[in-house]
């Protein structure tokens, strides 16, 4: 089965600055997706960014990146300038691309970041 | 707007009662889920549907059961032989197969109290 370790339960990170959370998983398979998702206090959950795993690139939505390194089965997100909104618990989530009783997502733990002025 | 829709958001409910959560989706997605949400243990997958008429147990299956009459609705109840139900009750829905962009679309959620 696959597992996804989210090893950071807290972050801090000042206004403006640059934070990374780490994600690591562990799967046999060659082809599936990964995400980040963000959830407010709100509580609603926002995809922030995907990957799929047969892209090398790494995928970039405005301030949000990943490093994808597939060997090291790692994806962490960066967050760059980061405002004031980007507090909430973020999970990282893996996804068999085979469809199937396998398209269930399966989530990390979470990390809560709170952003400081 | 296309979307999902959970209801309600708030419910409380009495020691030893069923309670069902219900999810309507209008994105003309063939899966449908549940997860739970416990503090400091992430999101746990309770049923999965893939298509009408047809649902699998997820990792924490006992205590819930589910329906999927229609494409559109998956209803979730929680019966009384779940011994620890007060937490958050998420609904979501995806593409199936190898197509689309493998993401799930969530609902707002529902906080189930048990008094």
């Known amino acids: 089965a696959q597992t996804v370790t989210q090893s950071q339960p807290e972050m801090s990170v000042q206004e403006a600055e640059t934070v990374t959370l780490s994600c690591t998983y562990d799967?046999?398979?060659?082809?599936?997706?990964l995400f980040w998702y963000k959830q407010p206090p709100s509580r609603q959950m926002i995809l922030v960014i995907r990957q799929e795993a047969y892209k090398q690139q790494n995928a970039t939505e405005n301030r949000f990146s990943v490093n994808f390194q597939k060997a090291a089965k790692s994806f962490s997100l960066k967050i760059s300038d980061s405002q004031l909104g980007d507090a909430a618990m973020y999970f990282c989530a893996y996804r068999s691309a085979r469809g199937g009783t396998a398209s269930k997502l399966t989530f990390g733990t979470g990390t809560r970041l709170q952003v400081t002025l | 707007d296309g979307g999902i829709t959970q209801s309600p958001k708030y419910l409380f409910r009495k020691e030893g009662q069923n309670v069902t959560l219900s999810c309507e989706q209008n994105?003309?997605?063939?899966?449908m889920y549940w997860y739970r949400q416990d503090p400091g243990q992430g999101l746990r997958l309770i049923y999965y549907?893939?298509?009408?008429?047809?649902?699998q147990k997820g990792d924490i299956a006992e205590g819930y059961s589910v329906s999927r009459e229609k494409k559109e609705s998956f209803p979730l109840t929680v019966t009384s032989a779940q011994k620890n139900p007060t937490a958050f009750y998420l609904c979501?829905?995806?593409?199936?197969?190898?197509?689309?962009?493998?993401?799930?679309?969530f609902g707002e959620g529902s906080r189930l109290t048990v008094l």
């Open positions: 994105l003309n997605h063939d899966a």
């Open positions: 799967t046999s398979e060659s082809d599936y997706y």
């Open positions: 549907s893939q298509i009408v008429n047809d649902f």
């Open positions: 979501a829905s995806s593409t199936q197969g190898t197509g689309g962009t493998g993401e799930l679309f």
